[in-house]
């Protein structure tokens, strides 16, 4: 009897296929038959794998709140790092598009997209809402330790745990802002800024989200403890 067939249940001839699901992970794309453009498929491929990316973060920060309500500030931190790496994956990724030609992607846009946008997008949504699931059981946290933020600004070493949580923030957010300018520069390169989206939003507005921090107040901080220090010549 062999002792390296599969175990598990599911689809597929092997247990990595059944334990990832390959098969039908491989059936949400779209046929080669079926594609509008030979470069739909690296299309699609993008914006799937982003939302499964885009649902880990979710998750992740899920567990980043919950170690703040438990007073377990390195944890969050950790989580946030994770989380970061993965927006840089993110922003790795979508440049892969910039191979594509643009009038390529004309026949995809006009075909195959309906009237979809990545606004619509319910990860990204997700995404957005970071900043406010996130203040609020920080802001607790470091009340419950009789601190502002700008004495952990203003003594990083005293209280070093909460600092590497502030810079893990700051990481986070910086990460963030930097896939919402990469998208646009994409966007840019592939259709132009001065057009309409499918959704008849200018594409120009990108540029707004890539002005909108996560944790505003953080970065104020970082400000208003540069005031403290007037030059002395
Ligand atoms: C050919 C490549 C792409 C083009 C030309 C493009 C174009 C655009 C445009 C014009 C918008 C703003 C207007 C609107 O949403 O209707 C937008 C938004 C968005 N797109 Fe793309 N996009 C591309 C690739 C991607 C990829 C690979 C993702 C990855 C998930 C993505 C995710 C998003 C998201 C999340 C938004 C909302 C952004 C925000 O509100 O800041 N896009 N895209």
Known sequence: MSHTGPILDGRGATDYERY???PELLELQKPVEELSHPEERLFQTTHQAAE??????DYEVGRVVKA??????????????????????LRE????????????????????????SGQESPGFAKLLEVGKR???????LIRRRNLSLIEIERTPRAQRELFRLVQAMLDYDEAFLKWRFTHMRLAFRIIGSKVLSLKGVPAAQLELGTREPLFPELWETISALTSEFPPAY
Do not use: K
Request: aromatic share 6%; hydrophobic share 45%.
């Open 20 to 22: 990832v699901r390959v």
């Open 52 to 57: 499964l990316w885009l649902h880990h973060i």
């Open 68 to 89: 703040l309500g438990e007073n377990e500030p390195a944890v969050a931190a950790e989580l946030l790092e994770r989380c970061r790496r993965i927006v840089d994956l």
């Open 93 to 116: 990724q979508i440049i892969i598009l910039e191979t594509m030609a643009p009038v390529d992607y004309h026949v995809i846009r006009t075909s195959s997209l309906g009237r979809g």
């Open 134 to 140: 996130i203040w609020g059981p920080f802001e607790e």
